[in-house]
Structures are given as C-alpha cells and as structure tokens.
C-alpha cells in the first residue's frame, strides 16, 4: 500500500515543521490582525519544497505569513475543515480542486487561489499581508477658515488674533490651529471670541472677530486660522476572504 505523505504544520518565518494538530476553535479576530494563515497545495513534492521557500523569503512588516497545512494532490474538503481554522485561504500550484469544493467555499467563506505561477501565487501573499496591517488613522473635518489681519496685545500669557473669517465658522469650545506660510505653529480650542466689545460663541462668513490665543508668543498677519473635528478612528480596508475558487489569469 502506498504510504501517504506526511501533512506538515509549517511557520515559514522560521521553516519549522511539526505535526498537524487542528485547534479546537478559530483563531480569534485579534489573532487574525497579525497573521495570515494559508493552506499549501502543490501538484508534487519539489513544488511544495520551492513554493515554501519563495514563501519563507517573503517578508511583511507587522503580519506573520504562516503555512497551517501543505501537501500534495488536488484541494479537498479536509484542506477546507484546516483552513477554517486560520485565515480561510487554500493556495494551490498546479493543482485542480475536488467534487464540490466550489460550492462548499461558498457556503463557508473560503478562498481557493490557483496558481501556475510562483512569483505571482507569493507576489499576491504578500499584497494580502500588507493589506492586513491595521491603520487607524483619524480623520478631519474643516469646520471654519479664518485669515489673520490685524494683531493685538492680550494678556502676558496670550494674544489676541484679529481675524476675517472666510468659510464655514470659528466657534467656542472648537479645535483650531494657526497656520504659518512654514506650517502648522498652534493648536488648542477656542476659549473667546469677540466681535468688537460683544463677546459671541461664533463667527461666520464676512464677519471681523478677535480670537484670544493663549500660549502663542509669535503670529503674522495674512497665517490663517483652521477650526476642525476630529473624526473616530477608522481601520482601512484588509483583504477578506471570497467565497469561491479562483484561478490566476
């Protein structure tokens, strides 16, 4: 009887290999952000070998590129079960798939990619990788733009700005900076502002108002002033699987 080949649990960071023990539950969200996980099948030994090598040299800052499961012969179901486990990605090299795998990715969100290519099979890991990587970034909306015209004397801990404002509104308790022709010099929040002796909560389009700046030591007429909102952070984008096989062109 032909003895099957070995299923090997492979770290290509570190070109481990060790039994294949399928955790009892899924790898959790927080695990997924640093990882990707992928099932290997190759069309014969020497391809698995060279496959895995192109892998282990492919480097992503932040996200661990790990081979769950590799081995030879078309995709199966038992690649699918293992691949539910990690990031539900089965990659194959000159391979083709088994009865009903197209149906049963669908039903389960798995991606099966094919490849007859090397470099574009770990060409398009490390694109999935790189995608991976977490990036909060938050966003801005511009709520007010002001020109600075005139400058007067406040406080000893402060100016005050004699300003036109020319889109949206500066409003008290808004985030705002100041803006020099080499860039950003102030931020804080609006703590007064007055038109002529009235203090007001806001000043809108055409209108001349004083913006006392606490802390500033140094401003110029014609800087301009920005009130903005800082927006929630929002993680962007990330691969996900597709249900289905796919075949690289």
Known sequence: MKQRKHAGHRDVKKGAA?????????????EKEQKLEIVLKCDAAGSEEAVLSSLGVTKTPEVELKVIHSDVGDVTKSDLLIALTGSRLVVGFNVGVGP????????????VRLYDVIYQLTNDMQQIAKSLVIRDEEDEKITGKAKVIALFKGSRKGIILGCEVLEGTLALGKQFRIISAMGPIYSGKIQSLHIEQDEVKEASPHQQVGLKVFGLKKATIGDLVECFESMPSKRRGGWQPRGGVFKRP
């Open 18 to 30: 060790r039994k294949v023990s399928p955790p009892t539950s899924r790898t959790t969200d927080k």
């Open 100 to 111: 009903k795998i197209d149906h049963l990715c669908k039903e389960q969100g798995i991606e």
